[in-house]
């Protein structure tokens, strides 16, 4: 899931440096952060949060097969 998340982000943003995704474990969640930097969050959550809930849609279906728990955070640098 993180690199489906990584190359997502990537392909959104115009500075690729600007952003980095990180996965994590918490109380058996695996939650993926984005990183992003001022100037390209924007981009990462779109017009009304639609990108970003967007991107939490794809990753919900994607672990439903693994029957385990996934959540997206943006997180401003």
């Known amino acids: 899931m993180e690199e489906l998340v990584r190359f997502i982000v990537e392909e959104l943003v115009d500075n690729k440096d600007n952003v980095s995704v990180q996965s994590e474990v918490v109380d058996g969640i695996q939650v993926i952060n984005?990183?992003?930097?001022?100037?390209?969050?924007?981009?990462?959550?779109?017009?009304?949060?639609?990108?970003?809930?967007?991107?939490?849609?794809?990753?919900?279906a994607g672990s439903g097969r693994n029957s385990q728990k996934v959540s997206v955070e943006i997180i401003e640098k």
């Open 34 to 60: 984005i990183v992003a930097d001022k100037s390209e969050i924007g981009k990462v959550i779109g017009k009304q949060g639609r990108i970003a809930k967007a991107i939490r849609t794809l990753v919900k």
